[in-house]
């Protein structure tokens, strides 16, 4: 009985602080109809650690603990849309993210730092049709180098698992907002990357144009 209680509390104080935004364009459809590829950028991520955790690190270690994050981000959004297409449910096809940030750095373009350029102008360099951007919050590293580097400071101990994901899908033809998707959770969001996207991804996939 006291299992049972406790898996409920857990479920609905999850479920109490989720939240979710979504924004989808009103030509969405015809949007889709004309787009072969997307590509996922690596996202803005930002680790937003506690006091105590942030004093055993420089900023330099932070920052490229938010670099490998969005690395780690974007291999786990592109694993969850390649999912999505073997089950026959995504309607695009998904540029492998090493193409994506090796096309970008050829043609001079910092992964992390992209945001003066339009997503036409990066859609023309990249080959495809429409991109993924955006920015992330956790409270905790997902990347497994960076959460056994912070547990050996702070013992294992983090703050309750958070997470915001607000993503922008961009049409490249007339850098037109095609969706925006907004979603703040907290609670058990796994161990690595791929386990948050997952929590963040799930309900969203019936609900964006790109799949069915």
Known sequence: ??????????????????????????????????????????????????????????????????????????????????????????????????RTNALLQQNGIDIHNYDQYLPSELGKILGVEAVITGTLETSKPMSNAAAIGLAVFTGGMFATSTATLNMDISNVTDDELVVNYNKKVKGSLGSDAQDLINVLMRKVSRRIPYTK
């Not at 009985?1 to 989720?18: D, G, H, I, Q, R």
């Not at 590509?39 to 920052?63: G, N, Y």
């Open 1 to 98: 009985m006291k299992t049972f209680v406790f898996v409920l509390s857990f479920l609905f104080t999850t479920a109490a602080f989720s939240q979710t935004k979504l924004y989808v364009h009103p030509d969405a459809d015809e949007y889709v109809e004309n787009t072969t590829t997307i590509a996922i950028l690596p996202l803005r991520v930002q680790v937003k650690l506690r006091p105590k955790e942030l004093k055993d690190f420089t900023s330099e270690q932070i920052a490229e603990m938010n670099r490998n994050e969005a690395l780690d981000v974007q291999k786990g959004m592109y694993t969850w849309f390649l999912t999505r297409k073997k089950r026959g449910s995504l309607l695009v096809e998904v540029q492998n993210p090493a």
